[in-house]
């Protein structure tokens, strides 16, 4: 078995080269005309950054949810709807404090390796996340106020909460706090990291960097989540996950027959399968936040709240979305994404105001102009630096932004991008030693957590403060004591009803502070060809496989 690279090196995905020939585009009708067949090998070509550890404990980014899906699952699920659903676990009950949670596990379930999944291996899986050696970011955030973690029996085990958690089973459903074998953790994290074991359908068997992953099928696969439709084991024998960063290379081998289905088409390729038949769409918007543009409120220029304003009215985004995404994405005004019900929108906070942004930065101080035509104040320029990850964001999103560059100029903010790929962008954000400032003032980072506290996650004073890994989620740096109050309660109580006016009035605070610029739903699309049953988990939005079959 291959080994993982060092997880502190960057993890840049080289492109594989296919042969490219015409094909057939299509839309949402089954894709290829075949009949469908048992066993085969699927190739998905993933225009993601490949990971540098197959754990998703470790860090804790999408890519790592997109490929640990097929090999790893969570305790429970959640539907279209936002409810959740057994999974592992099949029952739970929560003390009338909220301080206490028992939850029941299946019976009989192993992981690959033969390990029992019971109580001890849960205990086992929350310590690994919170065990600051692990390096975790959202599993770590997911379970934090787990104080400890009791086994009462085999199939039951205990969680003993330092304060209630209303998010808990949002948090438990999602990839980067899936079950794990403890004989697999146990074997250290560079082992683990290049072959983690669960019990999901597929089970890793070759890691070769910057090339692919295999995956082949487990044979005993029992656990049957949400979107399992048969019992037993899927019916692809294979997984082949290749790593193809550039998109029009995953689109030609798409349509040539070379790979069955790839992620991160551009929009063009979305419209050219919608117009054809041999491709079907998948559009599946991840939970959690929107695309958005933060603007760091910690320090000059952002830390002045007539100068965000300033931003916002200049930037004039919504002739490039329309333009750029070709009616792929939808303008969004929300901190949430449009899958989640607690979402709360306010579109007439932003407006294209050109007059109104030169007045609001006159009153700000910065009145004179230098010979490039950009606004000085007391001899500083009023510079915005946004990196920009490669990985993360389409040519069409990059676009985007050399546009609102363009269009802020006219009231005087030089806007200096910066692409990076993925690790040097984390390099970009990390947070500055000794409390210097941060390297940015602007940034879009992605962030995709099940429910609503992912507002908690990215707006919360809390979220200024790394995690394990580094990484920290609040990028607009905003320590609003309101914003807090109101995010702790919402987090302490399960009444949906209060829950969703205290997440109302955060996200009202949040857009009318000009924290933030949301843009559109974190497009999350995937394109497949000659196969059927591809869906998609309510969770986190990453394509299953345990119902595939191909059609040719």
Known sequence: ?????????AALAASLLLAACGGGDSDDAASGAGEPVEGGTLVYATGDAEPTCLDPHVGGNYPQALISTQYLEPLVGRDASGEIQPWLATDWEVSEDGLTWDLTLAEGLTFTDGTPLDAEAVKVNIEHLQDPDTA???????????DEVEPVDATHVRLHLSEPDSALLESLSMQWTAMQSPAGIARGQDENCAAPIGTGP???????????????????????????????AAHLQRIEWRFIPDPATRWAALQSGEVHVIDNPEPEAIVSAKAGEDITHIDAPRPGSVNRIELNSAQAPFDDERVRQAFVYSADVDPGIEALYQGVATRSHSPLSSVEPMGY????????????AERLLDDAGWTEVDDEGYRVRDGERLTVRFPVSTNQSVAAEQALFEQ???NTRRVGFEVVLTPLDLSAWYGALAAPEGGGENTYEAVSAPYTKVGPDVLRT??????????????????????????DALLDEAARITDPGQRADLYEEAQRRVLEGYYILPLYDQQNHFLTREVEGVTTLGTVSTPTFVNARLTS
């Open 345 to 356: 929108s306010d579109p007439s906070l932003f407006v294209t105001d050109l007059e109104e």
């Open 458 to 483: 990215l707006y919360h004073s809390d979220g200024t403060v790394p995690a394990p890994s580094g990484y920290f989620a609040n990028l607009s740096q905003v320590t609003d004591p309101e914003i």
């Open 202 to 232: 597929f089970v890793v068997t070759e890691w070769v960097p910057q090339q692919h992953v295999l995956l082949e099928r487990n044979e005993d696969y029992a656990s049957h989540g949400p979107e399992a439709d048969h019992d037993g």
């Open 1 to 9: 078995m291959a080994k993982a690279t060092s997880l502190a090196a």
């Open 404 to 406: 609102v560059q363009a």
């Open 136 to 146: 975790s970011s959202t599993g770590y955030l997911g379970v934090r106020k787990i």
